[in-house]
């Protein structure tokens, strides 16, 4: 698919991550102080929510767009979500009739406060990038017992914390937690060493399913609304010590961030690619019934206090071994319903080089290799006032479809995590 082009000028260029054919969604700040639903369009975002009261939007059976978030129209099916690219579409392509009575509704995205685009009311994480767990179950378990017996025929995951699900350009504190060293003979009670991040990218549903109701990997896919990048930050030390038997706890407690925008999944059609070829089938209900991964090139920035970016990572979302179609129909399984505004985490992506590890614990082979940044610092895990951002888009024919930087700042951890003074 060709750039389809706007009277936005600015959404045109080759370089541009929010042309016409992306038109994603967010929640910003107005100038009178509210919240309202935006979509980004070249530098501009249109508020959205003017456009139906105005008018210039409408949705048979009333408003959907009146309050600050997404979930109301996400919520509301595949049907309107076409429309509502449609009716964008025809109100900011070139040479549109109405565009004297849209511009009047287009802010400055420079500056702009962005918040969390919709509501997230549960939040799975998934461990099903087949890169990431060979390395990591190479460190942990030796590269024969790499990966667990479960892992080529289910996509492993455990439920998060939705409250801790943040949006781009928020802080994150160092966490405090247990912590248990090889030659230790208790705990203590410590501020974490190892902090780390996740590369993933976040599929955000939109249909909700029924309790007791299973779905097919083709119906799951069609309940997803759109994606987002997603950097699941992850105290390794904590995690080390209480993953066993159950898994992360507070380990991946502390924050999840994601990015302002909601890219929707019919700007990422053209972009489809097929999951890797298996050694094990899966088995009928988890098989694949067409191409539902995606071609996004991904990248992670680090940024010390006072330094220049080092890209410490670049590899592609198609590396995943598991598709979010397949890990939300495995989420139904057993009769658990998934709501509008769920969220669920890809699993770190990692490709087969070292360039292209998703996590510091992989880049640093668990500290053992530390890497050394564009100022000559070193890194095996995160030092405090780091910056780390995620970037991701899919290359079209002279556009790209971004999704706006996935940032977050890391705080010293708190002096005394039980004072409430401060």
């Known amino acids: 698919m060709p750039l389809v082009r706007s009277w936005v000028d600015s959404a045109n260029t080759a370089e541009c991550p929010f ?91 420079a500056g702009a406060q962005l918040h969390l685009p919709f509501q997230v009311v549960e939040y799975t994480d998934f461990y099903a990038g087949r890169h990431h767990a060979l390395n990591v179950g190479t460190m942990f378990r030796g590269a024969e017992n790499a990966l667990p017996p479960n892992w080529l025929h289910i996509p492993i995951g455990y439920n998060g914390r939705a409250s801790s699900v943040v949006v781009s350009g928020t802080d994150v504190r160092r966490p405090w937690g247990q912590l248990k060293g090889p030659d230790d003979v208790v705990p203590r009670f410590a501020p974490s060493q190892r902090f780390d991040i996740e590369l993933e990218i976040g599929a955000v549903v939109g249909l909700p399913s029924k309790s007791g109701q299973p779905v097919t990997v083709a119906e799951a896919d069609a309940m997803i609304f759109g994606y987002v990048l997603l950097n699941d930050w992850s105290a390794r030390d904590i995690q080390a010590w209480e993953y066993q038997p159950l898994g992360p706890f507070q380990s991946k407690a502390t924050a999840t961030t994601i990015s302002p925008w909601i890219v929707m999944k019919a700007a990422l059609e053209t972009f489809r690619v097929s999951t890797p070829a298996r050694e094990v089938p899966l088995l009928p209900h988890l098989a694949e019934p067409g191409p539902l991964l995606y071609d996004i090139a991904l990248e992670v920035g680090l940024t010390p206090e006072d330094a220049a970016e080092t890209i410490l990572s670049r590899t592609n979302y198609r590396e995943m071994y598991y598709s979010a179609a397949q890990q939300l129909a495995h989420h139904t399984t057993a009769g658990s319903p998934m709501n509008t505004g769920d969220l669920l985490g890809s699993g770190t992506i990692s490709g087969p080089l070292k360039e292209n590890r998703g996590s510091l614990l992989e880049l640093s082979w668990g500290g053992k290799e530390p890497l050394t940044l564009e100022n000559g610092e070193t890194r095996s895990f995160l030092h405090d006032n780091d910056i780390v951002t995620l970037r991701g888009v899919a290359k079209g024919d002279g556009y790209i479809i971004g999704f706006g930087d996935c940032t977050g700042r890391i705080l010293p951890a708190l002096a005394d995590p039980y004072s409430r003074q401060g």
Do not use: Y
């Not at 210039?56 to 309050?67: A, E, M, N, R, S």
């Open 19 to 109: 042309p016409l054919n992306n038109l994603p969604c967010g929640v910003f700040t107005a100038s009178d102080g509210e919240k309202r639903c935006g979509v980004a369009i070249g530098d501009r975002i249109v508020d959205v929510s003017a456009l139906e009261a105005a008018g210039l939007i409408v949705f048979h059976g009333g408003p959907l767009l009146d309050h600050p978030g997404w979930n109301r129209l996400m919520a509301a099916g595949p049907e309107v979500w076409s429309s509502l690219r449609a009716q964008l579409t025809e109100l900011l392509e070139e040479g549109a009739a109405r565009r004297s009575a849209v511009e009047r509704h287009l802010v400055t995205l």
